[in-house]
């Protein structure tokens, strides 16, 4: 990296101004002329048919403007793998709170307290409130209409069963003969809720046309357009969706929650809409992290060499499809983690329930199974005496070994990873870590990955009149500094100043396609178009160029400050200025460079692995990651306290330093909620614990104020300047690396999760550890 590269720089935020001096405007901060307001009925049932609506006193109240049935509602479905959802409920209800009836009145108070006045009249009908009891004998079945269904993938499914998936490589049977020591263990993770900081809203718009634009808190545009429209029977090109400022999604936000209703309050009242969900609305009817029961079933040599394992995951997807196949999909290409394990089966059921829809949340179904199989590896170090850290390193994956499935690796940064973690914690010291009186204190470790490259994106960069640049890539930045990550790589491509790039905000109307701002793909992904797309511009600038300064394209280069020139003259160039004004007015047209791109690298190779009812069918670019932790329990009490923590990741390049660590900070706090406090409670059929009193998640005072992150670069060949995604693989591993250093201070290894303090000391009381 040269002293001007921006590269590697860890640079302010391009909108830290904005949120700091509280200019940033988020969904419920816009007003538009003649406003009404939103509030929704939610159903007080887990599973019943609507029999019939009552709505004419909501109608008649002050302020009220327009009511809305399933009856108002088309007989259209939306969803990202299975089209099973309507924008509201319509003839039946499947969870507690989902919407059955809209209200769009002069004030939120005044159609908060409509909404009281609706009555509807239900017939309700068993609920399947667990998983084993979707699957048992006879149960109830929750969507009747599942075979006629569309589905984007080859899905297996039928009666309860969402989706079924299957991944295998060797043959695991011989894989049993050939194992000295075979260990298996059941675990289960609780369901997690995003908490982002913004709560789920939108604000729809009718124009003269009767064209609406919707802008709403979300992390894909085009997610947005596509599935309000699949679900209203719209024609796409009718809606014009836009972002403002976005207060974090974690996954929350990727696919559809109230927007489609909102947009037809608007289009049915005539008026624009806003309806920001409450924090107890936003945890009653949205989405949450998936709870899984994971069986894992490890074979290995008695050197540690692993030879064999076998996955099973149950899970829970609630309600609706939404993103769950691909959740189920993708932890189940990563249940083999970073190793070389030649004989593998991994598979799992997903099924319907009458809870709130599951769908994706930060790690995507990883930290669920890695806190089965980064545990289960611990437990066979100890089996065998060998050091945990040692076994993970004999048999991690090497530059020239393939992920599960048979895909190449472009880069792999994981050894070096566990060598970081390793010297940083003083692992070999540990036996010498001193427990204050009453405590008992140990080290944790385990080792992950994650994905960065998958489907879609584009970008357009503008080369403006007077040299400066126009970027606009339709990637939402919900507070992860996408829009700074992105700039800094487009004007380093151009060696132009950070100030001399402006980013667009996502626009569908005037952006490129992008999938959508998850699956740790927009630095890898966006940025490699972002970076084609500057490439393109350079090559205008050089034709220009070349022709002003009499000499050949190649013989021309980029200077730092926005200047073209010739290679080894001193002087002898142009500034971009009087290029872009010659493209402008005289000759060529305006310089703009395009590029849009598609992940195609295929997940399985057929020679080597079968798959059955894989949603993904193309995704890859692996980042590389090793976890210490430093705990200490209360023999009294079994609280867990986590003192010290060394995060490592193999970023491939860091564009951002600041950022990278940053994510890396944010996602292990996340994570120690997942492993120690997290857990969304149901009494019954109704979500107990749906307020910040009631569920609680880690601050300040819990995260370890020493937290150290570590960058390994370990360039990808295509990455743009080699980087690969950070976003999500720092949260995998928390829950599994705590548990291991809980395991090893008290001999008492917890399969469940979260680790409370009333699990951790019963554990310690059976096991007689506490005394």
Not at 384 to 410: M, S, T, Y
Not at 501 to 526: C, K, Q
Request: a neutral charge.
């Amino acid at each position: 990296m040269s002293d001007q590269s921006l590269i590697g720089r860890s640079l302010p935020r391009v909108e830290i101004r904005e949120k700091l001096t509280g200019r940033a405007q988020y969904i419920a901060d816009l007003y538009r002329p003649g406003m009404l307001h939103g509030a929704l009925v939610g159903s007080p049932h887990p599973h019943a048919r609507i029999v019939s609506y009552d709505v004419r006193a909501a109608r008649a109240a002050p302020g009220v403007r327009c009511v809305l049935t399933g009856e108002d509602f088309g007989d259209h479905r939306m969803g990202a793998f299975i089209k099973d959802e309507h924008a509201i409920a319509k003839g039946k209800v499947r969870y507690v709170g989902e919407p059955v009836v809209a209200i769009a009145a002069e004030t939120e108070a005044q159609a908060r307290a409509a909404a009281l006045l609706v009555e509807v009249r239900y017939e309700e009908l068993p609920a399947i409130l667990a998983p084993e009891d979707a699957l048992a004998p006879g149960a109830a079945i929750i969507h009747e209409e599942l075979a006629s269904y569309f589905k984007v993938f080859e899905a297996v499914c039928g009666g309860n069963v969402c989706s079924s998936t299957e991944l295998a490589e060797g043959d695991l049977e011989r894989g049993w003969r050939e194992s000295d020591l075979v260990v298996e263990h059941e675990y289960r993770t609780a369901p997690q809720a995003h908490v982002s900081l913004e709560p789920c809203g939108a604000l729809a718009e009718v124009d003269a046309a009767g064209r609406v634009t919707l802008w709403s808190a979300n992390q894909s545009v085009f997610r947005v357009q596509a599935s309000v429209c699949e679900s209203l029977g719209l024609p796409m090109s009718r809606l014009r969706c836009l972002t403002p400022r976005v207060g974090a999604g974690f996954g929350n936000k990727m696919e559809a929650h109230i927007q489609p209703i909102v947009v037809k309050l608007a289009l049915a009242a005539g008026r624009p809409v806003k309806l920001v969900l409450s924090r107890e609305e936003d945890f009653e009817i949205v989405r949450a992290r998936h709870p899984f029961k994971v069986r894992v079933k490890t074979g290995v040599k008695k050197d540690g060499t692993f030879v064999a394992r076998d996955v099973e995951v149950l899970a829970d997807g609630g309600a609706y499809a939404d993103d769950s196949p691909g959740v189920l999909g993708y932890s189940l290409l990563m249940a083999r983690g970073p190793y070389r394990i030649p004989h593998t089966r991994c598979r799992g059921t997903l099924v319907y329930t009458n809870k709130l829809r599951f769908g994706a949340f930060r790690g995507f179904g990883n930290p669920q199974v890695s806190f089965g199989t980064e545990t289960q590896i611990d437990e066979i170090a100890a089996r065998l005496g060998i050091d945990p850290v040692a076994i993970r390193r004999k048999n991690a994956l090497g530059p020239d070994d393939r992920w599960f499935g048979g895909q190449q690796l472009g880069s792999n940064g994981l050894a070096e990873c566990i060598e970081v973690a390793e010297r940083e914690s003083k692992w070999k010291d540990r036996a010498q870590l001193a427990a204050a009186p009453g405590k008992r204190r140990a080290l944790g470790f385990a080792c992950t990955a994650h994905i960065s490259g998958l489907l879609g994106t584009g970008a357009i960069v503008r080369l403006l009149e007077d040299g400066s640049v126009v970027l606009n890539t339709g990637a939402v930045d919900i507070g992860q500094g996408s829009d700074t990550i992105l700039t800094q790589i487009c004007a380093d491509a151009l060696k132009i100043p950070l100030d001399r790039v402006s980013i667009a905000s996502p626009d569908t109307d005037g952006s490129p396609y992008n999938w959508g701002t998850t699956a740790s793909r927009v630095t890898y992904t966006t940025g490699r178009a972002v970076f084609a797309a500057a490439r393109e511009v350079e090559r205008q600038i050089k034709t220009h160029a070349a022709e002003l300064l009499e000499c050949a394209e190649a013989d021309l280069e980029l200077r730092p400050g926005g200047v073209v020139g010739i290679k080894g003259v001193p002087g002898k160039e142009l500034p971009f200025l009087a290029i872009s004004a010659r493209a402008h007015w005289r000759k060529g047209g305006p310089i703009i460079g395009t590029n849009s791109w598609v992940f195609d690298q295929p997940t399985v190779d057929p020679k080597r692995a079968v798959a059955v009812g894989l949603p993904f069918p193309q995704i890859g670019v692996y980042s590389f990651g090793a976890l210490c932790v430093d705990v200490e329990i209360d023999e009294t009490t079994g609280q867990i306290e986590v003192r010290r923590a060394w995060t490592v990741a193999d970023v491939g390049r860091a564009i951002n330093r600041g950022s990278v660590e940053g994510q890396l900070e944010g996602a292990f706090a996340q994570g120690l909620g997942f492993a120690l406090v997290e857990e969304m409670v149901w009494n019954g059929p109704r979500l107990a614990n749906p307020t910040l009193m009631d569920y609680k998640v880690p601050t300040s005072r819990e995260v370890p104020y020493e937290l150290h992150s570590y960058i390994v670069e370990s360039p990808d060949p295509d990455g743009p300047f080699g980087a690969k995604g950070v976003g999500e693989i720092g949260i995998n591993v928390v829950a599994a690396a705590i548990a291991n250093a809980v395991a090893a201070a008290t001999g008492v290894r917890l399969r469940q999760l979260p680790m409370t303090p009333e699990r951790v000391l019963r554990g310690m009381l059976a096991a007689g550890a506490s005394g």
